[in-house]
């Protein structure tokens, strides 16, 4: 391997923080050697059935009778009730070769979802990892007699476990504790008829949770390690790695395609933009998808500058960016036949001399004249610019996600819900379907005329901000503007996600670590995944 391979390697190995192995194997759980074994059990369910039944019987007093094991005893005593995440750690003093059982709880059986599912491994996992083990076998939690598929349910077990254990430690001096985490993670079907779909779920659910933890490093990597050309650089190199088209624009090149929002805001850094394509089929006709990602790699506010409190948070202004980068990472590594395309337009919004100013009138990318009357209003320049952009693609549907505004973080709360904007009405259906299919929470808002209105302008075409009141749609309505012209009502199908309530968690739980949540992959893989 040449220097500079095994450099990017490294790189990539850090980056990724876990190598954890995902393996699936064909036993009964309880012959496993590992540090630890996985089971679960129902809320009121009187007695461990499946392979807790099995683990339970190699634990009894008198082995092989049911009912008799200590996983009976714990619910007999009633210190194990099932509740959905809640976790026990049973001693197994050599009666089965893993000296550790952890119990999770799955909740009411009818109330099982394939999310739950993935939650419970998340929790479970954690406490693995905490408890020091290096080698953890697990059962595929709904994949027996729950009615969950269970290539769906594999895959939520395997995004669950890498999700939840998912660490950013590359500014920690300390690389001994770097290596703390699971180093192998063994999904154990006995179904013989049932590993292949298990074992195309757990490969999925790797990739996937890869995608998502590719966003969440992005979003944590400080600003001063990530201006827009070291993310459109380490993009060309996961390219490469996921064996997808990358085309980087420099500044001058934006300059030569009018993008006079991208530009706009650039013109305070030092940092020059870029503007980044990525393409899951480099050669492919064919119509595709497009997701557009706001990649604001520090947002100062600009002129309009931020009060100081908290705006350290402004490193997470590229979340959008990181979803889209996560998920064309996962969709080419996945190999799905459809095209899908990622346009990621990459700036960081500082104040300075050179800075543009609110009153200045800027000319867009489709000749859009808008009066600027907060710089901070600076998401939905790029945007505007990604956007139409995106119709030489003439795309089967466009979503684009962004951390816009703080109105949609008043309205849905932070780390509750995103908000959902469209122009058509069964394009937000299915990327609904697909949002909650995997876990995401996302609610649709309105695109009232009303807020058009209040950009009306009387310099330009239109202002980049208005009233207080209805700060989200008013932010939707001006991207809207871009996507339909005068002569063409509907450019395309079109979708906003306004993610900024999704940036960051500030409590762990289930299988979100504190820190960046990496909001957004999943759903774009699942809804590249529905088009097949
Ligand atoms: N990046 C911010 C939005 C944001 C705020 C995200 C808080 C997450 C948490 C965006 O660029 C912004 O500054 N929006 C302004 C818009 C306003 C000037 C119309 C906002 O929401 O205050
Ligand atoms: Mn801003
Ligand atoms: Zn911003």
Not at 74 to 84: A, E, Q
Not at 168 to 184: H, L, P, T, V, Y
Not at 387 to 400: C, F, Q, S
Request: charged share 20%; hydrophobic share 45%; aromatic share 6%.
């Amino acid at each position: 391997m040449s220097r500079a391979a095994q450099d990017a390697e490294f790189r990539f190995n850090r980056m990724m923080n876990s190598r954890m192995k995902i393996r699936v194997v064909q036993k009964q759980i309880q012959a496993l050697p590992a540090d630890a074994v996985i089971v679960n059990l129902f809320e009121g369910a009187d007695m461990p059935t499946g392979a807790a039944g099995a683990v339970d019987a190699a634990l009894g007093a008198t082995d092989g009778i049911p009912g008799d094991g200590a996983i009976s005893r714990l619910i007999r005593l009633g210190d194990f009730t099932g509740k959905h995440n809640e976790v026990a750690v049973l001693y197994t003093n050599g009666l089965i070769p893993s000296p550790r059982v952890i119990l999770v709880g799955l909740g009411r059986k009818e109330h099982l979802t394939l999310d739950r599912v993935r939650q419970a491994s998340g929790v479970a996992a954690r406490k693995a990892r905490d408890l020091g083990c290096r080698r953890v076998a697990g059962v595929v939690h709904g994949g027996g007699m729950s009615g969950l598929d269970a290539r769906a349910a594999a895959q939520a077990v395997v995004e669950g476990a890498l999700l939840a254990t998912y660490q950013f430690r590359e500014f920690k001096s300390d690389g001994a504790a770097q290596a703390r985490n699971i180093d192998d993670f063994t999904l154990v079907e006995f179904n013989l008829s049932r590993i292949q779909a298990v074992s195309r779920g757990a490969r999925e659910g790797e990739l996937i949770a890869g995608g998502v933890n590719t966003a969440r490093t992005l979003i944590n990597r400080p600003p001063n390690h990530l201006n827009p050309a070291a993310l459109a650089a380490w993009c060309e190199e996961m390219a490469a790695r996921a064996h997808i088209g990358c085309t980087v624009y420099n500044e001058r090149e934006i300059a030569e395609n009018r993008m006079g929002g991208l530009l706009a805001v650039a013109q305070g850094s030092a940092n020059a933009p870029r503007f980044v394509i990525l393409d899951s089929k480099p050669d492919g006709r064919g119509q595709p998808l497009v997701f557009v990602g706001k990649g604001v790699t520090f947002d100062t506010g600009g002129i309009s500058l931020k009060d100081p409190a908290g705006m350290e948070n402004m490193k997470a202004d590229m979340g959008g960016a990181a979803a889209v980068i996560g998920a064309l990472q996962a969709i080419g590594e996945l190999e799905l036949p459809g095209r899908a395309i990622g346009l990621v337009p990459l700036v960081e919004n500082m104040p300075g001399g050179q800075a543009f100013r609110p009153s200045d009138v800027i000319t867009m990318m489709n000749g859009t004249t808008v009066e600027i009357i907060s710089t901070d209003a600076e998401g939905r320049l790029i945007l505007a610019d990604a956007l139409h952009y995106a119709k030489r693609y003439e795309p089967r549907g466009v979503v684009d996600l962004a951390t816009l505004t703080g109105a949609s973080v008043i309205a849905l709360g932070e780390g509750v819900a995103a908000s959902l904007f469209s122009n058509s009405e069964p394009w937000a259906e299915l990327i609904l379907r697909s949002a909650r299919h995997c876990g995401e929470r996302l609610w649709r808002m309105p695109l009232y005329n009303e807020y058009g209105e209040k950009l009306k302008s009387d310099v330009a075409d239109i202002r980049n901000t208005a009233a207080r009141n209805a700060g989200v749609g008013i932010s939707a309505w001006f991207l809207k503007r871009f996507v339909e012209t005068e002569r063409n009502k509907e450019a395309y199908r079109w979708a906003h996600i306004d993610m900024a309530s999704m940036m960051f968690n500030t409590d762990t739980k289930g299988y979100q670590p504190r820190g960046a949540m990496g909001y957004g992959v999943r759903t774009l893989v699942e809804l590249a995944r529905s088009q097949e």
